[in-house]
């Protein structure tokens, strides 16, 4: 029901409002709890015309909560930008993660949307022999088999690869026309093994002490991640601010030149420009606010993503001896480690 009140309204095209200004304490609460908040402003700009913004805000909203309904109006808004290959990727996320409360017609409409994008973009079906491998294209990680669904590319040539432990990476090159889809399969093989290691316990018992310790890489990663996008908005934001300052100074400039420093205080021919001025002005605002707790927020996270690298024991090693394989893309061998 969510999803087909946004779209709704967007197709009824309403006359153009200014975003919504958060309340003080909508200001000064954490981003990370506001995504919904930040929603309500993305559709805001939208139906004022504000495609960049409005995408900006939504690109925060849905990495701080990736739901069908912010996906859905986020695809909207960048198909209008012509950027068919985002909208096609947030469009079909919102189909997939629709729930069945929502209305048939709100799927219907996320549905030609997504039809709308499709002419114009790649689609690559792509499987992997091995569940759980990493799938990347064109060097960036898109999932893991299986994969949610398609993945959008746009047209031309493309590197397709499928990466998993104990076995050897694979790649494949693919050309996908505009509007055209291509089955991409990825048979991974397994490394050989050298005969000492494979006579090796599946498990490792009493002499073989398992080590662990250092920070675990999957909240690092989480920690990276977020802090860099987090920091992304934040300069988006602040840029947004900027250009919406000078608007207001060139609007201030010519209502003084136009009826002096009491122009907008008594009813004039003026108070259409009066009103636009108050409006940027209330725009700068919020764009300073959004930026300003961006970078709050963003540099929270990198710090105790630091902290955490830092602060977490390192494992202790033990005095054993390693013969290790080794698998590259032109050969082979084996490599003796000592720890002690």
């Known amino acids: 029901m969510v999803t087909a009140s946004l779209l709704g309204s967007a197709r009824a095209e309403a006359a153009p409002q200014p975003p919504v200004v958060p309340s003080r304490a909508a200001q000064t609460a954490p981003l990370r709890d506001d995504a919904e908040a930040l929603l309500v402003q993305g559709k805001a700009a939208f139906q004022a015309g504000m495609l960049e913004e409005a995408e900006a805000i939504l690109e925060l909203a849905f990495a701080l909560k990736p739901s069908h309904d912010i996906a859905a109006i986020l695809g909207l808004v960048e198909l209008k930008l012509a950027k068919a290959r985002e909208a096609a990727e947030h469009l079909a996320f919102a189909l997939r993660q629709a729930p069945p409360s929502d209305s048939d017609?709100?799927?219907?409409?996320?549905?030609?949307?997504?039809?709308?994008?499709?002419?114009?973009?790649?689609?690559?079906?792509?499987?992997?022999?091995?569940?759980?491998?990493?799938?990347?294209?064109?060097?960036?990680?898109?999932?893991?088999?299986?994969?949610?669904?398609?993945?959008?590319?746009?047209?031309?040539?493309?590197?397709?690869?499928?990466?998993?432990?104990?076995?050897?990476?694979?790649?494949?090159?693919?050309?996908?026309?505009?509007?055209?889809?291509?089955?991409?399969?990825?048979?991974?093989?397994?490394?050989?093994?050298?005969?000492?290691?494979?006579?090796?316990?599946?498990?490792?018992?009493?002499?073989?002490?398992?080590?662990?310790?250092?920070?675990?890489?999957?909240?690092?990663?989480a920690g990276i991640a977020t802090s860099a996008v987090t920091l992304s908005g934040a300069i988006a934001f602040a840029i947004v601010s900027s250009v919406k300052a000078g608007d207001a100074d060139d609007q201030r400039e010519a209502l003084l030149k136009k009826g002096g420093v009491r122009v907008c205080q008594m009813p004039t021919a003026l108070a259409t420009e009066c009103d636009e001025a108050v409006s940027s002005l209330k725009m700068q605002d919020t764009f300073g606010n959004?930026?300003?707790?961006?970078?709050?927020?963003?540099?929270?996270?990198?710090?105790?993503?630091?902290?955490?690298?830092l602060a977490t024991p390192k494992a202790k090693p033990t005095s054993t001896v390693l013969a290790l394989p080794v698998a590259i893309d032109h050969g082979g061998g084996l490599v003796v480690t000592g720890r002690w």
């Open 105 to 221: 017609s709100g799927r219907a409409r996320i549905r030609q949307l997504l039809d709308e994008a499709l002419p114009f973009v790649g689609v690559l079906r792509v499987k992997a022999s091995a569940e759980g491998a990493e799938i990347l294209v064109d060097g960036k990680v898109v999932g893991k088999e299986p994969l949610a669904g398609d993945v959008f590319v746009e047209p031309g040539s493309h590197r397709i690869e499928a990466r998993l432990t104990s076995y050897m990476p694979t790649a494949q090159a693919v050309t996908v026309a505009k509007g055209q889809s291509a089955d991409v399969a990825l048979a991974l093989m397994k490394r050989p093994m050298l005969a000492e290691d494979s006579r090796k316990p599946a498990k490792p018992g009493v002499d073989e002490p398992v080590q662990s310790g250092g920070p675990d890489r999957g909240v690092l990663i």
């Open 290 to 309: 959004l930026s300003f707790w961006s970078f709050i927020v963003g540099g929270t996270v990198g710090a105790a993503t630091g902290t955490y690298a």
